[in-house]
């Protein structure tokens, strides 16, 4: 399949579900599908991350804050390069799940939450944000997404109470209904396989078809 005709060079792809879903997977294979390049969430340099994991409560402002910048920086990247990138996690998630879901619990203080979100407002409305051409949304089942997590070994996630990840995954299933901020691709994690390229061709063509769809209006 000639998949280069079908998605515009330019585009800007993102990956978006809950943690262990399988974004970064599918985020390599797809680009390295289409030639385009990644943009990955960096974990092991993240300096508040693990810190955050121990007390939620005295870490969650500096986490957001760092993401944030992290997320900036890599935005203005893909724009200046004039797109043609598949993005692992987009910013909505930082502010529509973990954010909003450390303050509702508490773990993030009222005023720390509203410093948050009117700095992620002020920055997010300039031209280095331009709303994706799709975001594919990842989705399954709790018990499978439990055990990527514990296979994929990072000590901080897998020593985190169950609940969790229970409290996210629900917030990601109200949130994907609501969300409208660019078109979205649902795909069930048992419905592909990433290591597959007849199956990567096929997310590729209902990509392109949401795409062209979208671009045509
Ligand atoms: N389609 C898949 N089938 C089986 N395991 C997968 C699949 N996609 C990802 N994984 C595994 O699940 C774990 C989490 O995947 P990852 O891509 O890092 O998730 P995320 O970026 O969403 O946190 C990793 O160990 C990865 O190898
Ligand atoms: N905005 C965020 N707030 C808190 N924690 C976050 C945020 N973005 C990512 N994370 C955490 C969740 C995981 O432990 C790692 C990487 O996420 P993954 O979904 O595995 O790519 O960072």
């Not at 048992?190 to 597959?196: C, H, K, L, R, W």
């Given at each position: 399949m000639s998949h280069e005709l079908h998605i515009p060079k330019d585009a800007l792809i993102t990956v978006a579900g809950?943690?262990?879903?399988?974004k970064s997977t599918l985020t390599t294979a797809l680009a390295a599908r289409l030639g385009f390049r990644t943009s990955m969430e960096k974990v092991d340099n993240n300096p508040y991350l693990e810190k955050f994991y121990q007390d939620f409560e005295r870490w969650s402002f500096h986490l957001q804050i760092y993401f944030l910048a992290e997320r900036f920086k890599e935005q203005k990247a893909i724009v200046e390069a004039g797109g043609g990138f598949v993005q692992?996690?987009?910013?909505?998630e930082d502010t529509g799940i973990f954010a909003k879901m450390h303050a509702d619990q508490g773990t993030m203080s009222k005023t720390d939450y509203e410093t948050y979100t009117s700095l992620f407002e002020a920055m997010v409305?300039?031209?280095?944000?331009p709303h994706p051409d799709v975001l594919i949304y990842l989705e399954g089942n709790l018990s499978s997404i439990l055990n990527r997590i514990r296979l994929r070994g990072r000590e901080m996630e897998i020593q985190t109470d169950v609940s969790y990840w229970e409290h996210m995954h629900e917030r990601y299933a109200k949130w994907i209904e609501e969300f409208d901020a660019c078109p979205v691709l649902r795909l069930n994690i048992?419905?592909?396989?990433?290591?597959?390229e007849a199956s990567l061709d096929e997310i590729i063509r209902q990509a392109a078809e949401i795409i062209h769809a979208s671009r045509a209006k």
């Open positions: 809950t943690v262990g879903v399988g692992d996690r987009s910013i909505y409305m300039t031209p280095y944000f048992d419905e592909y396989d990433a290591t597959d």
